[in-house]
C-alpha cells in the first residue's frame, strides 16, 4: 500500500488549504483514513479520521470546526479541507490508513498500518 500526500505550502494566518492523499494497493477502498500532524520537537497528533463508507468522521478539538476529512472511493483519495488556519496548525501532515474500525482509538497513531511521506503545512502569522 503506498500513499501520496500533496496540497501543502506556505499560507497566512485565515487562509485556507486542501489536502490530498492518494493511496494505491489491494483492497485500500475498504480502510479507515485518516490524517495526522507533527510540529518540530512535538509528537504526532491526530486531526482527523473518517470511516470506510465516509458515514463517520472523528476530528480533534483543536480543529473542529475549521477543518473537514472527506474521501473519494472511487479515486481512493482522502481529502482535508483546512480553513482559518492559524500559526499553531503548522506542521508537517501525515495521512494514513487503518484496517480498525472508527471509534474514539483511533486518535492513537499505532493504530493505523500505512503512512504516506508527509507534506509541509506553514501558516505564517
Known amino acids: 500500500v503506498q500513499l501520496q500526500a500533496s496540497g501543502g505550502g506556505l499560507v497566512q494566518t485565515g487562509d485556507s488549504l486542501r489536502l490530498s492523499c492518494a493511496v494505491s494497493?489491494?483492497?485500500?477502498?475498504?480502510?479507515?483514513m485518516g490524517w495526522f500532524r507533527q510540529a518540530p520537537g512535538k509528537e504526532r497528533e491526530f486531526v482527523a479520521a473518517i470511516s470506510r463508507t465516509a458515514g463517520s468522521t472523528l476530528y480533534a478539538d483543536s480543529v473542529k470546526g475549521r477543518f473537514t476529512i472527506s474521501r473519494d472511493n472511487a479515486k481512493i483519495t482522502v481529502y482535508l479541507q483546512m480553513n482559518s488556519l492559524k500559526p499553531e496548525d503548522t506542521a508537517v501532515y501525515y495521512c494514513?490508513?487503518?484496517?480498525?474500525?472508527?471509534?474514539?482509538?483511533?486518535?492513537?497513531?499505532?493504530?493505523?498500518?500505512?503512512w504516506g511521506q508527509g507534506t509541509q503545512v506553514t501558516v505564517s502569522s
Open positions: 494514513a490508513v487503518s484496517r480498525g474500525v472508527l471509534t474514539t482509538s483511533m486518535v492513537n497513531p499505532t493504530k493505523y498500518d500505512f
Open positions: 494497493g489491494r483492497v485500500v477502498s475498504s480502510y479507515l
